[in-house]
């Protein structure tokens, strides 16, 4: 199997279907119009979550000092369901490493006016690094 059907697979017969990576969450409007449009983009399998800030600023004086509650932390069911399908059999070792090696994380705030802000984390599987860890480490597309 290529990537690209590989791709196609997890569209058509999952369900799953990949984002680009948010660079522009994570670098400035200067950066980006600079940089990060000149790189390619890749495809990954992502949550993301509230993880904090601060409200309750305002044009009449008050200051933002009222936190923002937390959502929980998701699981990556979308890399469950792809385990589930190409290797069913992974141990719990396996998957720890797999998880380890390919799993990032990463973190972004949004800032709004009069000192309100919100806190997001992500965290994020290149797919193209899952397809050829599937392919090289666990040998599901044996050659």
């Not at 949550?47 to 200051?63: F, R, Y």
């Amino acid at each position: 199997m290529t990537y690209e059907n590989f791709i196609e697979f997890l569209e058509k017969e999952l369900k799953i279907y990949p984002q680009e990576e948010r660079k522009e969450d994570y670098y400035s409007a200067y950066y980006r119009e600079r940089v990060i449009d000149k790189i390619r983009r890749r495809l990954v399998l992502e949550e993301k979550w509230l993880s904090g800030g601060q409200t309750g600023g305002n044009c009449w004086g008050d200051v933002a000092d009222h936190g923002v509650n937390a959502e929980a932390e998701p699981e990556l069911t979308d890399l469950d369901d792809v385990l589930a399908k190409f290797a069913p059999d992974i141990s719990y070792i396996g998957y720890k490493r797999l998880s380890n090696k390919l799993i990032n994380t990463g973190s972004f705030t949004q800032n709004e006016y009069y000192g309100n802000y919100y806190e997001y984390s992500t965290k994020f599987v290149y797919l193209d690094e899952l397809y050829e860890y599937l392919k090289t480490e666990l040998n599901i597309w044996k050659m």
